[in-house]
């Protein structure tokens, strides 16, 4: 079981990225799916969730509106696309996955990927 998160990077604020998450040994769609961030000496936060069950989302209110997260169920893959990048949004982002309310609380995140570095500066 392993998820690895690649896509991160620098860029100006205003623009995008999308990050994506592999799962590997397991079928991702099978399960609900989040991203957190960390910055550096702040506790690790959601972003945003999607429920398996019912296709459901969560965004947190910094990214309501700009970031959308997705799944590829073929691919065993999720994604998160970021639009207008604010020079707030810099963190190691990293994807989860698990059953239940992850963005509630990530006691419910059975795997996690191993980070991707976002660095939004002009």
């Known amino acids: 079981v392993q998820l690895q998160a690649f896509g991160g990077g620098l860029v100006q604020p205003g623009e995008s990225l999308r990050l994506s998450c592999a799962a590997s040994?397991?079928?991702?769609?099978?399960?609900?799916i989040g991203w957190f961030r960390q910055a550096p000496g702040k506790e690790r936060k959601a972003v945003s969730c999607l429920a398996s069950s019912d296709g459901s989302t969560y965004y947190a209110d910094s990214v309501q509106g700009r970031f959308t997260i997705s799944r590829d169920r073929a691919g065993n893959r999720m994604y998160l696309k970021m639009n207008s990048l604010k020079p707030e949004d810099p963190a190691v982002y990293y994807c989860?996955?698990?059953?239940?309310?992850?963005?509630?609380?990530?006691?419910?995140?059975?795997?996690w990927g191993q980070g991707t570095q976002v660095t939004v500066s002009s």
């Open positions: 040994g397991f079928t991702l769609g099978y399960f609900d």
């Open positions: 989860a996955t698990g059953q239940g309310p992850l963005c509630t609380d990530d006691y419910y995140a059975s795997a």
